[in-house]
């Protein structure tokens, strides 16, 4: 693959509701697009660090930096023939998985543009149509979670997850049961709010019979992890305790968890996440795909990565109009039915990049060249 030119813009998106978790809330979405140009074709990319260090060690500031000063020159100086070369090639700078990913992801996306098939075929996906759910962040009462519900129940979603934290938690889930009956396919994700001092909440959220619990735990964490989940019935989900195929398999083989939530930039990129789906895959733990708040770029991946068979729970990628007034992409990922998205089957990620909104949401780009 000779490319020419590899692009970098910092863009500002106004998102349409305020999202809160346990960490912080946000109403910008602060990221960065990659454009790989090669022969006529382009491949896109999108960072999903956050501006601030909260979800993980990355930020919008760090990702721009590795990929100017490392990743881009490396790229830029070897040849590559498919994508694993580039997971190959980044594989001994360690961590900073989100910038890996999104320069990974639009060489996937260049690569198979090329073979003039789907992102999803090139990765080896079968599905046509997938299952999507919806994260619903910490609201200020009870109350306003319970009208987010029963507005995307309406929509038809698959799952409904909700941000907990201490203080806003068994409640939460209580009045959804309630209200909403126990048949909703309903989940938690703490992002790390919690301790083992915290086991009785634990316990009274086990009563509520929720697919998963996401994340109770420490960041850094699968030894508490394996001991809370002895004491629950409800699967522990991890989510940013795993970073590689062998945190997967040392968390597995622990028993700190029964499910795994793969996103594509906290792995390092496609061929990771295809790594460990595989291996979750061959040891029966189901996995799903996580959502960053991305743009109609990052969406498209994740859509791409669902196709692979033992992603088996609904993910978090809910249309683009939830979260934007205008996508960069063309036309915006939307339901095709109630809860579900329609694969696309044109070359590439399948959905056309709106250059005028990009141009409009920069703040800040750059050219590399050879
Ligand atoms: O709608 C989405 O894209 C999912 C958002 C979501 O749940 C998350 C996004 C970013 C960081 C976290 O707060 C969180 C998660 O942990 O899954
Ligand atoms: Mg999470």
Redesign the pocket.
Known sequence: MKIERIELQQLNMPLRFRFE?SFGSTSIKDFLLVSVYSEGEVGYGESVAMPNPY?NEETTETVWHMLERYLIPQLLSTPIEAPEDVDRLFAPIRRNNMAKAALEGAVWDLYSKKKGISLAKALGGEKSIIDVGI?IGIEPTVKQVLEKVERHLGEGYKKI?VKIKPGFDVDVVRAIRETFGDDVPLMA?A?SAYTMEHLDIMKELDQYNLIMIEQPLAHDDIIDHAKLQKELRTPICL?ESIHNVEDARKAIELGSCGIINIKVGRVGGLTESKRIHDYCQAQDIPVWC?????SGVGRAHNIAITTLPNFTIPG?T?ASSRYWEEDIVEPGVELVAPGQLAVPESPGIGYKVNTNAVGKYAIRSATFRP
């Open positions: 978790t979800y994260s997850k994700d992002n989510d996580g959502g960053m708040i991305e978090d809910a």
